[in-house]
Every structure is written in C-alpha cells, then in structure tokens.
C-alpha cells in the first residue's frame, strides 16, 4: 500500500487559509486520495477525496499535483472548530475490498 | 437518517477476558471496517465485512473477529485480551457501490476499551 507523509503539526492564524500538505509518492493509479480529520479522539470525519482531478466541496478544496505524488488540502477560512488532526490516506482496492491505511497524521492549531 | 453507531462508549477488562464490540451501520450502507487506534496513533485497519463475510483483513491476530449480520450491524470480538488492546475501536461504514469502486467510509464515534 501506498504510504502517506504528513508534517506533524502546524499552526494557522483564524481566519487564514490553512494548507495541509501530503506526500504518499509510492501512489498507484487506482488508489484515490482521501482526506479526514479527528477531533478530541472522536471518530474521524470525511473531508474530501480525488483521484486526479482538484476537488472542491464545502469543507476544503483538495489540490493534487499532475504526478499525483503530492496533494495539498486547503480549508479557506480556518476557525478555531477546525483544530484537529488531519490525516492523508490513499485507498487501495486488493481483492475487491477497500483497504485503508491511516498515517500518523498532522496536528493542525488554529490560534485566534 | 442517523449516522454510525456504536456500543459501548467505553468499557474496562481486565486481561485475558473477551470483550465483544457493537456497530450499527449508517442507513443504506452495506460495508462495514474495524479499525484500532492507539492513544497518539492513527488508525489500523483491522478487517472489513461486505455481505455478511470478511473480504480484508489488516495484520490483526485471529484472536480479533467479526461478525456482519442481514441487516448489516457488525461486532467485534477480541479474545484472550492483552494489555496492547487498550485503544479506541472504531467502525466505519460504506454504501455499495459499483464493484471495485472506492466508496467513501463513515466513521462512528468509537469504543474505548480499557484493558487492565
């Protein structure tokens, strides 16, 4: 499975975009790009996914480079809700199941 | 239409007991995964029920197994309980899908399970 590196914490000011950088170099051309986040050990929410394509949805917009080594999520307006970690995964298909595997994440501190 | 559910928020065993672990899928959703997260760590896939069958499996000992029932809840079962296993268990439900088709998967609040 592709593996995913994420900086372990950053800070964003309120109000400020906040970019989450990835790197999951070892992608194959069938695992997608999905983004969660966990606040206060609760379950981890969906934020966004892609393949190849930016996406964009009410939450973030997801930037995926061309040789889809790279993404970047970006929350355009970060709020103090938002501090959290946020992990980047890839989801591989291995015998028709969906196999996922978390990395260890980025710790993100919205300071107002 | 109610999200992923799970019981119970929290327990307490003691080692080598059993402990079985519930999940109640999002509505309409017929996959359902089990992850463990230890404290400080992201989580590990454990194993997904598609069906009523286990179609993956993380690298989870045979003492960690499922069930999937027709209406698509699941349960967890650990067996003969280690002092590792305290983490929080998290299940995580899909919608079907197309076959081989990579369907977004929901997380409930998860199980924290101390074992002593």
């Known amino acids: 499975d592709a593996k995913t590196t994420q900086p372990t914490s950053m800070d964003c000011a309120e109000g400020r975009a906040a970019n989450l950088p990835c790197n999951h170099s070892?992608?194959?051309?069938?695992?997608?790009v999905y983004w969660y986040r966990q606040i206060h050990s609760q379950g981890p929410q969906y934020i966004i996914h892609g393949l190849k394509n930016n996406e964009t949805n009410e939450m973030a917009s997801l930037i995926i480079t061309e040789d889809r080594k790279s993404s970047t999520l970006i929350l355009p307006h970060a709020t103090l809700r938002d501090t959290a970690v946020y992990y980047c995964?890839?989801?591989?298909?291995?015998?028709?199941?969906?196999?996922?595997?978390f990395g260890t994440g980025t710790k993100l501190q919205v300071i107002p | 239409e109610t999200g992923v559910t799970q019981s119970p928020t929290h327990l307490i065993k003691t080692r080598g007991q059993q402990v079985t672990l519930r999940c109640s899928s999002q509505s309409g959703h017929n996959t359902v995964s089990w992850y463990q997260q230890a404290l400080g760590q992201g989580p590990q896939f454990i194993f997904q029920y598609y069906r009523e069958e286990e179609n993956g499996r993380g690298n989870f000992p045979p003492r960690f197994s499922g069930l999937q029932f027709p209406n698509y809840s699941s349960e967890l079962n650990v067996n003969a309980l280690e002092l590792d296993d305290s983490a929080l268990y998290l299940c995580a439900s899909s919608p079907p899908g197309l076959a081989g088709s990579q369907e977004t998967q929901y997380f409930g609040p998860g199980t924290r399970l101390l074992v002593l």
């Open positions: 995964i890839v989801r591989a298909l291995s015998g028709g199941y969906q196999k996922v595997t």
């Open positions: 070892t992608i194959s051309g069938n695992e997608y």
